[in-house]
Each structure stands twice: as C-alpha cells, then as structure tokens.
C-alpha cells in the first residue's frame, strides 16, 4: 500500500480530527464545526510548512 | 399576558444529564477493556455510536500503519528512544500483540510509505490512550 504525502495528510488530519473532535465536544453540531476546523488546521499547516521548506536545500 | 410568560418562565427546565459515577474498580476495570479493544469502554458505558466510531478511527489507522509497512516496536532497553515508540505502539492494544503475533509489524525500511505507516502507528496508540482516559472520565461523572 503506497500512498502519496498528501493523500497520507488527508487521512491522517481526516482520523485524528475525528477523534479530537469527539472527545473535546458533546454536542453533535460543537463537534462538527471543532473536526472540519482542526482538519483544515492540519492542511494549512501542512501548506504552509511545505511552502515554507520549499527554498531550503533539502 | 403577564401570567403566560410567568408559566412560561416558570416551566421546568430539563436537567442536564448526568450519570451515576462508577466504582474506581469498575472505572479501571473499563478502562483496560477500552485499552485492549480500542473503543469497547465506551461501548460498555452505553455511548455505542461514540464507540463504534472511535474503534473504527483506531483500528483502520492500524490497518493503514501495517499496510504501508510501518515498523511496531518491541520493549528494547539497548536503544532508550525505542522504549517510547513502544509505549506508543501497545496504546494500541490487542490489535499490537495480533500483528507481533503474525509478524507483521516488521517494518520495511525502503517501502516508500515506511515513515508514515510507522507515525499511523504511533499515533493510533496515542489517540486510544486519549480515548481510554475520556471513558475515564464519564465514568466517573466528570464528564457528561
């Protein structure tokens, strides 16, 4: 099973924002709008950095 | 008018849910369980569709881990930082004894989704642990 780096991102911010999400709210319509907010987190950061390291001679 | 708005400021408001706590032993006693079966403490606790979702958000986390060739760690005292990739790893639960068991937790270094597998892995025992300590406490009525 090979993924690509984002495809692997996705699935990991999509998982674990699930369960954040889950454990810090109670209330169903809290819960959905903590997910979708720490799963987009995840991808701006992910960009951000990425672009960040971009210059770098790695 | 006056009087309508009394009875309606007056109408009994809905007490907010709050469980019964349970015995520490009996709390422990669901803990270990949610550890093993990643999920199951809050199955036992009654909050089934919560369960189900984290046994699922767990348990595929390790599938995808061990098939992107993710290495699972052994208790190992001659490499120090290992002893913490191993705590990671059996937050897992039974799931982490069943692949040692089959061998497949092995990890293949040059598989190019090597380093993911392992941090899905790593993280999956983290998140269960997380979970394990949120039945904690509903059982113990801290939490609703």
Redesign the interface.
Known sequence: ???S?FT?LV??AL??S??FA??TK?EPREQLRYGVFVFLSFLAVAFLVGWLMYPLPL | MDQANEHVESAPQPAPVQSQPLHMAATLALCSGGWLVPGLAHILIGRWIRGIIFAACVLSMFALGIGMHGKLYDLEFDEPLHVFAFIANIGAGIPYWLAEHFNLGVGTMNWPSYDYGTTYLWVCGLLNYLIVLDAFDIAQGRKP
Do not use: D, P, Q, S
């Open positions: 099973m090979i993924f780096h692997a699935i990991f998982i674990v699930t369960v889950m454990i109670n």
